[in-house]
Structure formats: C-alpha cells, structure tokens
C-alpha cells in the first residue's frame, strides 16, 4: 500500500518529545504551559517549542501544538500575542477546542492549520461539515466511535477535505470528552481548562456489584484493530500520554513504528506485543472501536497492571518465581531506558548560535555574512558544524559624516530581528569601513532577506493587530424567562407563562419512530431542544424531525444538527454543553453558522461573563436553574455499581433502560446515576444548580434566563412543584425592586433546599 499513515505521538516534555521523534513518530503533540487540556504534565516554554519544532523537522517529524481549553474573555490578548508567534514559529498545526480560536485564526492568522480536538466531541456528519466550515484541515474523532462509524465519517471528512484522527492506545475517558463536568463540579477543576482530577478514578464506597472503582475503564489499545483502521482509510493513528514519561513514550511509539511499518511492507500484522505490557497500563481494551460495551471494558484499579500481566502470563507459582518474573521485567525496562538514553544523549533542543558579520569600503556593497552554528544529532559524539549566508546591497557603501553605518548603528536595527530559534552571539564590524552609509531602506530590505534565510526560507508573517470587538446591546430591556420540558404530560404548564417552553428531545431514537414528530404537530408553540450526543440512525431520525417539523427555531446542544439548521434556514440556539465562554466564539457561530444567540457556560464566574461582547442582534441566555449533569458515557455506568445482568448494552438498553441509583466517594460525596428512556447512562451531582445572583449581577447582559424543568435525576435529587417553581422565577425575573427580588430568592432558597451555585462562584 502507498497510502501514508501517521504515527502520532504524545511530547508532556522534552525528553518525551525526543522519545517520540526517535521512535519514529511522524508527528508529536505538545502543549505550553498556557491554554492547553494536559496542565499535570511538564508542558514547554516558547523558547522549548521552537527547540523542538526545529529538531523534529530534522527528523521529518511534524509538531502540533495543543491549545485545546475553552479560552476566557480576559485571556484573548495573551492569545492573540501567542497566535502572533506562531505564525512565524514553523509550527505545523494547533489543536483547538474553543469554537472562537477558529473565527481568530481564519481571520487574522490564515497560515496557521488548525486540527479539532477530541473536547469537540465529533461523532455525527453534520459536525464534519460544520467543522470543514469554520477552518479545520483535521478532526479527531470521538473515542466512543466503532470501526464502521469511524469508517463512514472519515470517508465524509475526505469529501470535505478533511483528515481524522483516531486514538488508539492510551487512557480512557469513561465519559464523552468535553462533555465531562465531574472534576469542574467536585472539586472545581475543569476538563475545559485542563485541570481534570479524574474522578472517574477515584474510589468509592462498595457498590452493590462489588466494585471500589465503579467508573474505572482499562487502557484503549487497538493494535491488533490497525488492518481495519487502514481499510477504514483513517490519516492518523493517535498515542495518548502527554502526562506520560520519556520511557513510556519511546517504548509505546517505537511498538506502533515497527507494527506499522511491517503492515505497510508486508500486509501482515505484527503478533507481538509484549512492550506495550511493559509500561504503564490499566489491562487494555478495544471495545468502543469494536462496538462491544461488556463488562470486560472496567477494571476494578487505576494502577499499573504491567507487574501483575507479567506474572499472570508466566509460569510462576512461588514467591520466588514471582519475584524473577518481576525482576525480569525491570530489567527489560532499564534496557529499554538504557536504549533510549543512548539514543537522545546528543539531540539538542538549544537555540542555534549566530554570528554576524558586515563588511565593506568605499564604493563597494555591504555584505553580511551570518554563521549559523549546529550540531550533527547522531554519531558517538556531536560534531560542530556551521551553515553560512551571504547577503549584499545593491547600492555601494559612501561617503557620509552624518549618517555613517557602524556598528552601534547595525546592532540596534538587527538586535531583535532573528526568529526565537536563534541567539546572537556577536556582531563583527573589524572590516567595515569608517564614515560610510547606505540608504536605510536598503539596511531594511538586508535585514528582512536576512530574517527570511533564518525562518527557513519562509516568508515571515508581520505582526497582527487585532481590533476589540463591539459590545452590541441587547434588543430589549425586558428580561425574558424560559423554561425546559422533557415530558407531554408538562405541556400544559405553556399555559402558565409567557415564556419560550423547550422540548427535550432524546439522545436515542427507535428508527422511523414518529413519536416526536406528532408531539411538535399537536404542540407547535414547542421548540425542539437537541442533546450534546447524536450518533449513527439517532443523529438520522433528528434531522428527520427537522425536515418534518420545520420548526421556526430550535436549541441545539450539537453543532452537527446547529449545521443542518443552518443549512435548511431555521433559526437556532447554541445551547449550554457547547461550552461557550468567549465573544469570538459567539462570533464564529454567527458569521458561520447564522446563529440566533448562545448559552453562556456555568463553568464560568460573574467576572469572567461580565466582559464578554455581545454581537449584534445576537441573544446572549443564562442557565439559572438545573440538574448539574458531571458526565455521560456510551458505556453503562450499572454494570459496576447495581450489577446489570446484560452483558453488553444493546440498543434496547437505550431505548427502554430507566435506571437509577447512587455512589458515594469515600471522601462522602454523593452522585446520582441515571438512565433516562432514550438517554446515554448520565451522572449528576447530589445538589441542583440554582443561582438567582446572576440576576442582580448581571441582568442587564442577558436577554433570557432558563430554567429545566426535566425530573431528570435520581439519589438525593429532589421533585418540586413546576407550577411554584414558575411563579417564584417569575417573580424574581419581574421585580421592579430589591425587597421582590430579595422575597422571590427567599422563596426559591425555601424549596430547592439542595442547591449550589459553586460553579458561578469559583469560575475556571
């Protein structure tokens, strides 16, 4: 086969990074120590990243930098100065997870590739198109995908020209990555900003299926899957680790190098491997990618189960054969390691030394010679070698007393003009000669040639202004209330308000079902409201509503359908799980996507909200009351704790599982489990979301607050009645003095007694 396949490889830091390029990594993933998903690992310095971009590209290897959080308003400058080096760093794409770093960059730095990250969550068509519209040149796929999902969306990714990624060894997250709460309402480290603090590895009290580590998944690895991935035509094959150390990296990427390789020759799969035991591993699965969620994919331990492999697959029965099974394996390990060390010992990430030299007399050109010094990375020892440039003017140098060239005169104009990658060591002007000048216009056009030959022959992007954005008002001074329903029977509660009522529609649909169809034609003053997760036929039956129903305006919480809206002309909503903290990424949907208006997210706190631009005749909207959902999963969270007796889930599992109980860490926090009729497995805190606050904050940003009124929950959850619940919003929302507002919070604070606005509080 000619087909390139790319190997890409986890970089937590340097030396991991060096790891991966020798173990034959086509390209590295890494981060710096802002804006990206990994905030436990070492990450880089700029001054590192340029190190590393010039090394690998030594090595044919190309580097991608993971800006993969949700950015805050106040952060935009920071991130427009860090775009600004980018362009001129040599980099090879970034990895975005904020929908408003892609209106930036298509913008204002349209050099820059941009990849979507995994926190996107892409799983249906109509997140390929929207992700093609907005600037992506590659997608990474969600985890949860099987083989043939995985198949059909890359082969539409292709029409559309874009690449998709697919991990496929490493941890796994138990939930849809960037739709996990749980660290950010726990504990107030959010997955958006990198900061997640696993708990879905944390111990909790035994459940009834006997488990301390209920939501614990083994390690992915799909290594014996790579012929089927090849067929299904995918560009890049994913290692996950960046929290992950050299020795991991190396020993993982060199496995996957060799089996790749061997595939491409020969078309047969490598049988062996046995290395990939020998680190850091859970046990492994590869269940999502074969669509067979068993049991099997938890394992009742987050530690490392690379000793107890060794033993379990050996012989050994006494404690002395035991403990040579595990000697064995550290000595392995130290080989490796030893391997490794001998390997990087010479590869340098230093910034290259430069020398400049001028010179020149009387009636001749000016001429600058720069030495570039390098060295030789492989070899018993390093070799100094250099690379000169030669550059002259077109005009010849003259006689001035006025304007003379020298050299205080040359170091100030090419003291800072060299890219990060480079140190100037010296300038030498001994040969240039005194009371002579040039037009200053040619010393400018000297040093941009210059700066041009030591960015690689790649012409450097000038600096980018990017101008603040308009704070547009809002079109009404009135605050407007809305309410969700996920039930016919709640219809009738449309009757007791003026507020918008939105339909919770389901993440599973029973095929050519039209259940919800005839709901919207009996309700029409209904408007559809679609979940975060829509795959295979669910995603089908949803845009089957849409060309149905026609309806004047939706709630969508998955850019897929927010694109199919957008294409047949309906107006939409991008809903709270699209994470949006930014104005640019209220922008992107408006100018891309002709977007109504947006939630603001619930991670974010009053002054991380306050400063955020509105666009024009674009509604801004404010979650005020709901069940605080931590995480939902494709896998089913009863297998561990109440002890499902099906061995997989099914499709009827989604359509008809209504199950509900709870967990409790064993530092004594509850989570509700809950499985709604035609919903993912879902855990939600003990305590509602409820924040009349923000009211008073911030009232005059927002042009509606939402209440949900769903029963969706179970555990510590508590039921009120809806008909109160309306009445004291709408007090609170009405109230034309502080003593309303203050009696409307009092009542609402008498009824949900089990509520928390920590999110609000602490921010991300």
């Known amino acids: 086969m000619s087909r390139k396949i790319e190997l890409l490889a986890p970089g937590g830091d340097v030396e991991a990074i060096k790891a991966a390029v020798i173990a034959g990594a086509n390209a590295v993933y890494c981060g710096l120590n802002k804006f990206n998903a990994r905030n436990r690992a070492s990450n880089l310095s700029f001054d590192d990243l340029t190190g590393v971009i010039r090394l690998a590209h030594k090595y044919d290897c190309e580097v991608f930098l993971t800006m993969n959080v949700v950015i805050l308003e106040q952060e935009l400058p920071t991130l427009i100065k860090l775009l600004n080096k980018l362009v001129n760093s040599g980099i090879d794409g970034i990895i975005v997870q904020d929908i408003g770093v892609f209106n930036l960059v298509k913008k204002y730095f349209p050099t820059l590739d941009i990849h979507a990250s995994t926190q996107m969550t892409t799983h249906n068509e109509g997140q390929i198109k929207f992700l093609a519209k907005i600037g992506a040149s590659r997608l990474n796929l969600s985890r949860e995908m099987n083989i043939d999902e995985v198949k059909s969306l890359t082969a539409l990714a292709h029409e559309h020209n874009v690449l998709t990624e697919v991990f496929v060894h490493g941890a796994l997250c138990i939930a849809f990555s960037g739709q996990c709460y749980s660290s950010s309402v726990s504990v107030g480290n959010s997955g958006n900003r990198g900061s997640c603090s696993q708990a879905c590895r944390e111990e909790y009290e035994i459940t009834e299926a006997g488990n301390k580590f209920p939501l614990n998944l083994k390690d992915n690895s799909a290594y014996f899957d790579l012929p089927q991935l090849v067929e299904a035509q995918v560009d890049s094959l994913k290692i996950e680790g960046r929290i992950k150390n050299a020795h991991y990296v190396y020993t993982v990427t060199d496995t996957w190098r060799k089996s790749i390789d061997s595939f491409v020759e020969s078309g047969k799969l490598m049988a062996d491997d046995s290395n990939l035991h020998r680190v850091f591993n859970r046990d492994f699965t590869n269940s999502f990618l074969q669509g067979n969620l068993t049991k099997d994919m938890f394992i009742d331990n987050p530690r490392d189960h690379s000793i107890k492999h060794a033993v379990d697959n050996s012989s050994a029965k006494t404690v002395i054969q035991i403990q040579e099974i595990k000697d064995d394996l550290f000595v392995k390990k130290d080989q490796i390691g030893e391997e490794l060390a001998e390997k990087t010992q010479y590869l340098s990430i230093a910034k290259l030394p430069l020398q400049m030299t001028f010179s020149g007399q009387l009636d001749e050109p000016l001429t600058l010679t720069m030495t570039v010094g390098d060295v030789i990375d492989s070899g018993e020892h390093g070799i100094n070698t250099n690379k000169v440039h030669t550059l002259q003017t077109e005009s010849k140098l003259r006689t001035t007393k006025d304007l003379a060239i020298t050299q205080s005169v040359i170091e100030k104009r090419f003291k800072n003009f060299a890219s990060d990658g480079y140190t100037i060591e010296g300038f030498d002007c001994s040969d240039l000669g005194e009371d002579l000048s040039i037009p200053f216009k040619e010393l400018t056009l000297m040093k941009n040639q210059a700066a041009y030959l030591l960015n690689g022959e790649v012409e450097i992007v000038p600096h980018v202004e990017v101008p603040r954005l308009e704070n547009h008002p809002k079109t009404s001074t009135k605050h407007n209330m809305s309410i969700l329903i ?65 309806p004047a305006r939706i709630v969508s919480n998955n850019t897929g359908i927010a694109f199919v809206a957008y294409e047949m002309g309906i107006e939409w909503i991008a809903g709270p799980f699209l994470n949006t903290t930014n104005s640019y990424a209220l922008l992107t949907l408006q100018e891309e996507l002709n977007c109504a208006g947006a939630f603001i997210s619930n991670e974010i706190n009053r002054i991380q909200i306050k400063n955020i631009a509105r666009p024009e005749n674009f509604k801004m909207l404010y979650s005020i009351y709901h069940p605080i959902l931590m995480m939902t999963s494709r896998q089913c969270f009863f297998q561990q704790t109440v002890g499902c007796k099906k061995p997989s889930i099914e499709d009827g599992c989604m359509l008809k599982c209504k199950k509900e109980t709870t967990i409790t860490s064993v530092r004594g926090v509850k989570y509700a489990v809950d499985k709604q009729r035609g919903g993912y497995p879902s855990i939600y805190n003990h305590e509602q979301f409820l924040n009349p606050e923000i009211v008073n904050d911030l009232g005059d940003l927002f042009d509606e607050f939402f209440i949900d009124l769903t029963n969706i929950g179970a555990g510590s959850k508590q039921e009120h009645d809806k008909t109160e619940l309306i009445t004291h919003f709408e007090n609170l929302l009405n109230a034309d003095n502080d003593y309303d507002k203050e009696q409307a919070q009092l009542e609402l604070s008498h009824i949900v007694t089990l509520s928390t606005n920590a999110q609000y509080s602490q921010g991300l």
């Open 486 to 550: 996920a039930d016919e029977k709640d219809v009738h509660l449309c009757n007791l308000t003026n507020a918008d009522v939105y339909f919770k529609l389901p993440e599973s649909w029973k095929k050519d079902n039209d259940k919800y169809i005839e709901i919207f034609e009996r309700n029409p003053q209904l408007i559809p409201w679609f979940p975060a997760v829509l795959i295979g036929k669910d995603y089908d039956e949803s845009v089957r509503l849409l060309e149905r129903i026609r």
